[in-house]
């Protein structure tokens, strides 16, 4: 969690940089802060709360080269003092971190020995204390940046200024950094987005690399010093793409472009993607692993391959995927899905898998991930910069090539391409402004509810899941997902008079059951709220849905996308900025 950036060129610097904290926001938005180097010493400005900008802007002064920080708390509450850039105890070094120092106690402990106080409760301030104490003994900036790093444990995405020296440095462990290279000028993000507006030209920084800025702009190894050469590449997102537009918000944007982005998650080549499918028949085990809304997506699919495929795919959420490694041969394919690429628990699943020889290949949509970069092949989303926190054409471009793939197993992508392609057609339909704004009505008769259910079986039991999370995510009012039929062993005691309950009706073999669970829920006072192809007298409000067999998931969770849009509206929440949430999710 938590969004680094770095600037150095001709611009002012304070102004490049907190514009790129805001595309960042979706990293961490407890607090931020930015430094940059002038003269004589750095200026800083940390805040808890929203980024603001004219008077920090000013306040930053004209330098051209500085940092920027947007925190996700993980060691210490959400103060100024603990907030980032950190400083050294003489002021000439300024650090913004992304990760967590493992050792950091250790660490703090030989530093106060020596004297040093620290002013925050974080585990990054030993970082410029360190790199102050190397200086201090007669190391250059540079020397003393790598030396500290060789005492670092855990993960770290680090960018470090220094007062007299017009050098900026990164340096990356297990966390995120993507340097952006413009005419006579460089950027440093988590995320690309964070410059797409600047320049498209990036290069990936890998595990124990270090960029050095001063004059020139070098990439060497953070342990042994040498020069390494980076290929530079071109991100074909493009600065509209990471623009709200005429959206009041991210989430209602990424939601009315899903007509374009499961046409474009469908347009993938079909010999990587038969070859994928022939891998999964060849091999002797296969797992998808995700987490959250991509493990929701994910499990949709394990239904959709049993269903098309007729075959067993065993799916994990990744943070318990490590107990499974005694399961694991050369023969296993692990598929992990992620938007991000960067969530800690799937990256982490991926070690333990790979060290058992396991193939790995993943469904990213942020193209240079680490997960990319860790997997032996890759299908990319497709879907273009999601910025709201909340997951929403991610999962349903997610859905779309699991399901391709589970045609392909059986020979039949064109089929599936086929039925994707009208899928498209009706998103369009289920998004279209005037859709959107019907489902007004049913926010408002929900928007005071402090629980709320969802009820699916099979396929529909992972959208239940999936509209349950997205919910309680955005408008904090209580909603759990269940099978249908595990409502009698125990949720059902939860029903009271007027307690809401989303049931999934799709046109398929579940349908004569779900609807005896909705009646069940409605004898007991359940005002029910049917998704379907078709009208039913059980239900008290109807939500139409198209009837598109086999890819109904991906129908069905977009009315339920925009019902938590409007209440997250109506209840006076932010929808792209949940609180205590991070988009990615880069520690475990
Ligand atoms: O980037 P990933 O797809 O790996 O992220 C996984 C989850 O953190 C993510 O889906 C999360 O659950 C979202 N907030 C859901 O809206």
């Given at each position: 969690m938590c969004g680094i950036v770095g600037y150095k060129g001709k611009r002012q610097a304070s102004?490049?940089?907190?514009?790129?904290?805001?595309?960042?926001?979706?990293?961490?938005?407890?607090?931020?802060?930015?430094?940059?180097?002038?003269?004589?010493?750095?200026?800083?400005?940390?805040?808890?709360?929203?980024?603001?900008?004219?008077?920090?802007?000013?306040?930053?002064?004209?330098?051209?080269?500085?940092i920027g920080h947007t925190r996700w708390a993980t060691h210490g509450k959400v103060t100024e003092e603990n907030s980032h850039p950190h400083m050294s105890s003489d002021g000439c070094i300024s650090v913004v971190h992304n990760g967590i120092i493992d050792n950091y106690q250790a660490l703090k402990e030989q530093l106060k020995k020596k004297g040093y106080v620290f002013r925050s409760e974080t585990d990054t301030e030993v970082i410029p204390l360190l790199i102050e104490d190397f200086i201090k003994n007669g190391c250059s900036f540079e020397d003393a940046f790598r030396k500290t790093l060789s005492f670092l444990e855990g993960t770290y995405a680090i960018v470090s200024i220094h007062k007299d020296s017009e050098t900026m440095?990164?340096?990356?462990?297990?966390?995120?950094?993507?340097?952006?290279?413009?005419?006579?000028?460089?950027?440093?993000?988590?995320?690309?987005?964070?410059?797409?507006?600047?320049?498209?030209?990036?290069?990936?920084?890998?595990?124990?690399?270090?960029?050095?800025?001063?004059?020139?702009?070098?990439?060497?190894c953070s342990i042994t010093g040498d020069i390494i050469d980076k290929k530079v590449q071109v991100l074909d997102w493009d600065v509209e793409q990471a623009k709200k537009g005429d959206f009041k918000h991210y989430m209602l944007k990424e939601i009315s472009e899903q007509k374009e982005t499961i046409t474009k998650a469908i347009h993938q080549d079909d010999k990587v993607l038969q070859g994928i499918a022939d891998a999964i028949n060849e091999s002797y085990g296969t797992f998808f692993i995700a987490s959250g809304s991509s493990y929701n997506a994910?499990?949709?699919?394990?239904?959709?391959?049993?269903?098309?495929?007729?075959?067993?795919?065993?799916?994990?959420?990744?943070?318990?995927?490590?107990?499974?490694?005694?399961?694991?041969?050369?023969?296993?394919?692990?598929?992990?899905?992620?938007?991000?690429?960067?969530?800690?628990?799937?990256?982490?699943?991926?070690?333990?898998?790979?060290?058992?020889?396991?193939?790995?290949?993943?469904?990213?949509?942020?193209?240079?991930?680490?997960?990319?970069?860790?997997?032996?092949?890759?299908?990319?989303?497709?879907?273009?910069?999601?910025?709201?926190?909340?997951?929403?054409?991610?999962?349903?471009?997610?859905?779309?090539?699991?399901?391709?793939?589970?045609?392909?197993?059986?020979?039949?992508?064109?089929?599936?391409?086929?039925?994707?392609?009208s899928v498209a057609d009706h998103v369009g339909d289920l998004t279209d402004p005037k859709t959107l704004l019907g489902t007004v009505e049913l926010a408002s008769c929900l928007k005071d509810k402090e629980h709320l259910y969802v009820i699916g079986r099979g396929q529909s039991y992972s959208t239940a899941l999936e509209a349950a999370l997205k919910i309680k995510e955005v408008s904090y009012i209580h909603a759990e997902g269940f099978a249908g039929g595990t409502l009698k062993h125990g949720p059902i005691a939860l029903i009271e008079e007027g307690t809401p309950c989303i049931v999934f009706?799709?046109?398929?073999?579940?349908?004569?059951?779900?609807?005896?669970?909705?009646?069940?829920?409605?004898?007991?006072?359940?005002?029910?709220?049917?998704?379907?192809?078709?009208?039913?007298?059980?239900f008290d409000f109807f939500v139409k849905v198209p009837d598109v067999g086999h890819a109904s998931p991906i129908t069905d969770i977009i009315p339920i996308q925009v019902l938590s849009?409007?209440?997250?509206?109506?209840?006076?929440?932010?929808?792209?900025r949940p609180r205590n949430l991070a988009k990615s999710v880069t520690v475990k």
């Open positions: 102004s490049v940089i907190i514009d790129s904290l805001k595309t960042l926001e979706y990293r961490g938005y407890d607090s931020w802060g930015v430094a940059v180097v002038g003269n004589p010493s750095i200026s800083v400005v940390k805040e808890v709360g929203m980024i603001c900008d004219a008077d920090t802007i000013n306040n930053l002064g004209s330098g051209t080269v500085g440095i990164c340096a990356r462990k297990d966390s995120p950094i993507v340097v952006g290279v413009g005419d006579g000028e460089h950027f440093v993000a988590s995320d690309s987005p964070a410059f797409i507006n600047h320049t498209n030209k990036v290069i990936y920084l890998e595990n124990y690399e270090m960029a050095v800025f001063n004059g020139s702009f070098e990439v060497r994910a499990l949709s699919a394990s239904y959709t391959f049993s269903k098309i495929a007729r075959k067993h795919i065993n799916i994990v959420d990744s943070s318990e995927f490590p107990n499974y490694e005694h399961f694991l041969t050369p023969q296993t394919l692990m598929i992990t899905v992620s938007q991000s690429g960067e969530t800690a628990d799937v990256l982490d699943a991926v070690k333990v898998a790979k060290k058992k020889g396991v193939k790995i290949l993943s469904i990213v949509n942020v193209m240079g991930s680490s997960l990319m970069r860790n997997s032996d092949h890759t299908l990319l989303m497709n879907a273009g910069p999601e910025i709201c926190v909340l997951s929403t054409k991610s999962y349903t471009s997610q859905l779309a090539i699991l399901t391709l793939l589970a045609y392909a197993c059986v020979g039949k992508l064109s089929e599936g391409k086929d039925l994707l392609k009706v799709p046109n398929d073999e579940t349908r004569k059951e779900i609807l005896s669970n909705a009646m069940e829920v409605k004898s007991r006072g359940g005002y029910i709220i049917g998704v379907s192809d078709e009208e039913n007298d059980i849009y409007y209440l997250a509206i109506l209840r006076g929440c932010n929808p792209d």
